[in-house]
Antibody, heavy 123, light 107 residues
Framework: QVQLVESGGGVVQPGRSLRLSCAAS????????MHWVRQAPGKGLEWVAV????????YYVDSVKGRFTISRDNSKNTMYLQMNSLRAEDTAVYYC????????????????WGQGTLVTVSS | EIVLTQSPATLSLSPGERATLSCRAS??????LAWYQQKPGRAPRLLIY???IRATGIPARFSGSGSGTTFTLTIDSLEPEDFAVYYC?????????FGQGTKLEIK
C-alpha cells in the first residue's frame, strides 16, 4: 500500500550525528518532492527541509542550515536526513511527508505522512 | 517571515455542534493555505488545501474558507473522532510555516 516508513531515530549526545531514513512504497517515488517535518514533545509542527523529486534542489529552515542535509536515492525509494552537530532543541519526532504536487510539480502541501521517528538529544 | 496565528488555542464543544477555527496570516497569502488534523500519537492528516479544497477522502462536514489574511476551518456536526488538534500551514513562503494549533476538545 501507499506508505512512508521512517527509521533511524534514537538517543544521541549533543554535538553528535544521526541519519534518518524514509522508505516509500506504493507510489512512484521519483515523481514527488519530499519533506521532513518535526514536532518537539508537546509542541506544534515545524517544517525542516524539502528536496525536489530529482534531488536537484532543496531548502531548509534556518535553524538547521549547515547542520542537516536532506538527500534521496530514487533507485531505493528512500529519502534521508543527515543530522550533524545535534542540539537539545533538535529533540523531536521527525516525520517524512510527501509533497502533494506529484507529476514533477512541488506544491508544498503534505498529503502523505510517515508514522514518525523520535530523536532525543541528551547527555 | 510570514506568521500564522490560530485562534482559539482551545475550543470546547459537544458532539453534534459546529466548530469554527481561525487562522490569520501576518500578511496576505492569497489562498495558499492548508489545514491538518492531528490526533494524539499520530501523524497529521491533510484536510483542506488551497484554503477551500477538501483532500481526498475527507468528509463533507469539513470545509475551509478565506483568502488574503483570514481563514476559517468549519466542522459541521462534530463527530467523536473530530476531537483533535488542528494546524494551518502556508505553502507559498519559506520556511513553510505552521500555525501553533487549535485543540478541539470535548465539552
Amino acid at each position: 500500500q501507499v506508505q512512508l516508513v521512517e527509521s533511524g531515530g534514537g538517543v544521541v549526545q549533543p554535538g553528535r550525528s544521526l541519519r534518518l531514513s524514509c522508505a516509500a512504497s506504493g507510489f512512484t517515488f521519483s515523481d514527488y518532492g519530499m519533506h521532513w517535518v518535526r514536532q518537539a514533545p508537546g509542541k506544534g509542527l515545524e517544517w525542516v527541509a524539502v528536496i525536489w523529486n530529482d534531488g536537484s534542489n532543496n531548502y531548509y529552515v534556518d535553524s538547521v542550515k549547515g547542520r542537516f542535509t536532506i538527500s534521496r536515492d530514487n533507485s531505493k525509494n528512500t529519502m534521508y536526513l543527515q543530522m550533524n552537530s545535534l542540539r537539545a532543541e533538535d529533540t523531536a519526532v521527525y516525520y517524512c511527508a510527501r509533497d502533494s504536487g506529484g507529476q514533477l510539480l512541488l506544491r508544498n502541501y503534505f498529503d502523505l505522512w510517515g508514522q514518525g521517528t523520535l530523536v532525543t538529544v541528551s547527555s | 517571515e510570514i506568521v500564522l496565528t490560530q485562534s482559539p488555542a482551545t475550543l470546547s464543544l459537544s458532539p453534534g455542534e459546529r466548530a469554527t477555527l481561525s487562522c490569520r496570516a501576518s500578511q496576505s497569502i492569497s489562498s495558499f493555505l492548508a489545514w491538518y488534523q492531528q490526533k494524539p500519537g499520530r501523524a497529521p492528516r491533510l484536510l483542506i488545501y488551497d484554503a477551500s479544497i477538501r483532500a481526498t477522502g475527507i468528509p463533507a462536514r469539513f470545509s475551509g474558507s478565506g483568502s488574503g489574511t483570514t481563514f476559517t476551518l468549519t466542522i459541521d456536526s462534530l463527530e467523536p473522532e473530530d476531537f483533535a488538534v488542528y494546524y494551518c500551514q502556508l505553502r507559498s513562503a519559506w520556511p513553510l510555516p505552521f500555525g501553533q494549533g487549535t485543540k478541539l476538545e470535548i465539552k
